[in-house]
């Protein structure tokens, strides 16, 4: 079965970084998309990113030239790089996996998600 754990998350002063990971398996890798999705307090889950391979990334206006996700398939790890955070960033933030990438659809086909992971940016 999936499963999806994060660590990484904290607390950070605008402006600052953080690099979120996740411990991923379960799944075939070279079928399924790995992301992150968000949920901010009082807010609906949004969706930030998908990533097929490292030729294949998407990312949510929001976050497109502060974030970056990469992926090691060998450490079965997948991870987001979170740069110039801003207040609005913060949220707990869940590694996520799904086949496929359709944003017409909830959460661009991210259904499977972790526990998360906190990021509060203040």
């Known amino acids: 079965h999936v499963q999806l754990v994060e660590s990484g998350g904290g607390l950070v002063q605008p402006g600052g970084s953080l690099r979120l990971s996740c411990r991923a398996s379960?799944?075939?890798?070279?079928?399924?998309?790995l992301g992150w999705v968000r949920q901010a307090p009082g807010k609906e889950p949004q969706w930030v990113s998908s990533?097929?391979?490292?030729?294949?990334?998407h990312y949510a206006d929001s976050v497109k030239g502060r974030f970056a996700i990469s992926r090691d398939k060998a450490k079965g790890m997948v991870y987001l790089q979170m740069n110039s955070l801003q207040s609005g960033d913060t949220a707990l933030y869940f590694c996520?996996?799904?086949?496929?990438?359709?944003?017409?659809?909830?959460?661009?086909?991210?259904?499977?998600w972790g526990q998360g992971t906190q990021v509060t940016v203040s």
């Open positions: 379960g799944f075939t890798w070279s079928t399924y998309y």
């Open positions: 996520a996996t799904g086949e496929g990438f359709d944003c017409s659809g909830a959460y661009c086909s991210l259904h499977y």
């Open positions: 990533l097929y391979n490292e030729s294949n990334a």
